[in-house]
């Protein structure tokens, strides 16, 4: 048996860096080496694994572990890029082990995660558990950037699936609800000139200001509106703006993003419309360019309930004793599992304030947890 920790560190090892858009490479970057070498650890346990191509060098791999048996299946997910390491103040690849925590890029989201997915089976694999389920796993790209992944996954589900089970961080709660997002990007248009003649231009950044004053309007009445009993109101925040080419020249252009996030019932689309029409009030007149949403995602609503919940609930309280179902305010690869008609939790070892982070870890004691629970839920589901 390898051991979580051990396959927790070879995963470390290994970079699956997402570009995120930015150009970047390096033998760290994409996941094509991590898909390689889960592909070998997963047949060297008796899984039948299969690749969904998604983009060149990008394929989802899916793998299945049965036994004579063995019933209905489990899904267990995990996605297999993490974001880049500017600024870590850790080795980003070292995978070290200091007081009970292993360090390193991804140590936390989700490499922990898919770590005690791995482990998980590999128990499984060698107990061969009568009654049991049988386990589907799923390991996917580009969750950090686009969700191409999980979306590639959701639209060729293998059949006789119970439920799955998404192994983000979440300190091995069970969460039912989360939020979904739309971003989109608002534009002011100016005239250019030399700073010297400010009066021979029109200042596109002046032009955005209004609009800034206006979206910090509109997300207050977004905190006192609908709520969700899980996740509370929904949230707007404005995280980029760009405007101008140099300080001696008056911008012609200045451009914001908007990342909203959305309740469940929310639609994406009608979020965005409702906000233009607030700023086209608040501002008659104004010259703005709303583009539409460059990407959106539904928000995750899995009854307390429900099958999915109820097992994990009980997996969970196996090993670590009382357990609620709870709700957070990020995204994961659940809600599109979920809007493909697959119930879904989100359960997972490591907490959500360590992902991303410049020294990201995650505790050792948690990861073993995680296998057992992921075993025992197994167990629970045939």
Known sequence: MSGVLSIARDLVRIGSVNPMGRGIGGPAVGEERLTAWLESFLAGIGARCRRQPVAPGRDNLVAELSWPGSGRSVMLEA????????????????????????????????????????????????????????????FTVDEESGFTGVRRLARELPAGIAFAVVAEPTRLEVVVAHKGLVRWRVRTRGRSCHSARPADGVNAVYRMAPVLAALEEYAATLSTGRSHPLLGRPTLSVGVI???????????????????????????????????????????????????????????????????????????????????????????????????????????????????????????????????????????AG
């Open 79 to 138: 996605h297999q890029d993490t974001v880049p390491v500017d600024g870590m103040t850790v080795p980003p690849f070292d995978a070290e082990v200091r007081n009970g925590r292993l360090y390193g890029r991804g140590a936390c989201d989700v490499k922990g995660g898919m770590a005690a997915i791995l482990a998980a089976m590999e128990c499984l694999a060698a107990e061969r558990p009568k009654g049991a389920a049988s386990v589907i796993a799923a």
């Open 242 to 380: 760009r405007g101008g080419t140099s300080v001696n020249t008056v911008p012609g252009s200045c451009e914001i993003e908007i990342d909203r996030r959305l309740l469940p019932g929310e639609d994406p689309v009608s979020a965005v419309e409702h906000c233009r029409r607030f700023l086209e009030a608040r501002l008659p007149g104004a010259d703005l360019e709303v583009e539409p949403a460059w990407i959106s995602d539904l928000a995750l609503d899995t009854p307390p309930d429900s099958e999915a919940a109820r097992m994990s609930l009980e997996a969970v309280r196996k090993v670590r004793g009382r357990s609620e179902p709870v709700g957070v305010p990020y995204g994961t690869d659940a809600s599109k599992l979920a809007e493909a008609g697959l119930p879904s939790v989100v359960l997972g070892p490591g907490d959500i304030v360590q992902a991303h982070t410049v020294d990201e870890w995650i505790e050792i004691a948690e990861l073993e947890h995680a296998v057992e629970i992921y075993v025992e839920l197994v167990k629970l």
